[in-house]
């Protein structure tokens, strides 16, 4: 890679996905995912990969951590800070919060605001590291890129997005530029992944000739069952 001095060339950004079995971390060029063996914690995992993976070195120019952890979205007009924490608790549990820190941040081109959570240690070990990095909702920011590449088929066709990580389920679509639904269900077993995606699809009126359902998630399984039901299928 070019130099010149101590500046590169180009920008170097780390970005930090972190959920509830696991993490992955990677670079333009490189990814590293890591899942949790039976009774190891995570602070103690991702602690080992800042010891012994390469790619986990200081001197990035730009971090970011996702939190793929449950979230919820309030509209930019009805938003108040001060009411975020009680909202997140009545629409997880009264515990949901409990070793977490509440985080929101604004998503301008969807017109809401997300609220989400991350394990308070693990954020606290990754801001050691990397005091500069910025906190992100892994779900919101999945859907502000899907807003985007959505632009082009306003108008041809309606496209319902869905990705799975194999303890829930994530689904939402756009209608005419505006987020028309977004949401989570624990959805671990193929069946349960396929019942809420067919339902949310008939309860918004999606066409199973003409619309497309979208799976943002590698799953063959899932993609193998939804195509008795609906024609049009993208692995994205």
């Given at each position: 890679m070019l130099e010149t001095g101590n500046k590169r060339l180009t920008e170097q950004e780390l970005s930090i996905r972190i959920y509830s079995d696991g993490f992955s971390f990677y670079t333009p060029h490189s990814q590293k995912d890591v899942k949790l063996r039976p009774n190891e914690s995570l602070e103690k995992a991702l602690e080992d990969a800042f010891k012994t993976n390469a790619l986990l070195r200081p001197d990035y120019d730009e971090v970011n951590i996702y939190a793929d952890y449950p979230s919820t979205r309030i509209p930019l007009d009805e938003f108040r800070s001060e009411e975020a924490q009680a909202l997140y608790r009545?629409?997880?549990?009264?515990?949901?919060?409990?070793?977490?820190?509440?985080?929101?941040e604004m998503l301008p081109a969807l017109e809401v605001i997300e609220v989400f959570a991350l394990d308070a240690t693990i954020e606290e070990t990754i801001l050691q590291h990397y005091p500069h990095a910025s906190i992100h909702s892994y779900f919101g920011q999945l859907m502000n890129k899907m807003w985007a590449k959505d632009k082009r088929y306003r108008g041809k066709e309606r496209r319902l997005y869905a990705h799975c990580n194999?303890?829930?389920?994530?689904?939402?679509?756009?209608?005419?530029?505006?987020?028309?639904?977004?949401?989570?269900?624990?959805?671990?077993?193929?069946?349960?992944?396929?019942?809420?995606?067919?339902?949310?699809?008939?309860?918004?009126?999606?066409?199973?000739?003409?619309?497309?359902?979208?799976?943002?998630?590698?799953?063959?399984?899932?993609?193998?069952?939804?195509?008795?039901?609906?024609?049009?299928?993208?692995?994205?």
């Open positions: 009545l629409t997880f549990g009264q515990d949901s919060l409990q070793g977490m820190n509440m985080h929101y194999g303890r829930q389920l994530f689904v939402f679509s756009y209608n005419k530029g505006k987020l028309q639904f977004a949401n989570s269900f624990e959805a671990t077993s193929v069946d349960n992944q396929l019942y809420y995606l067919l339902y949310v699809w008939k309860q918004l009126g999606f066409d199973q000739k003409n619309d497309t359902c979208i799976l943002l998630s590698k799953d063959k399984i899932l993609e193998t069952e939804l195509k008795k039901y609906i024609i049009n299928i993208v692995c994205a």
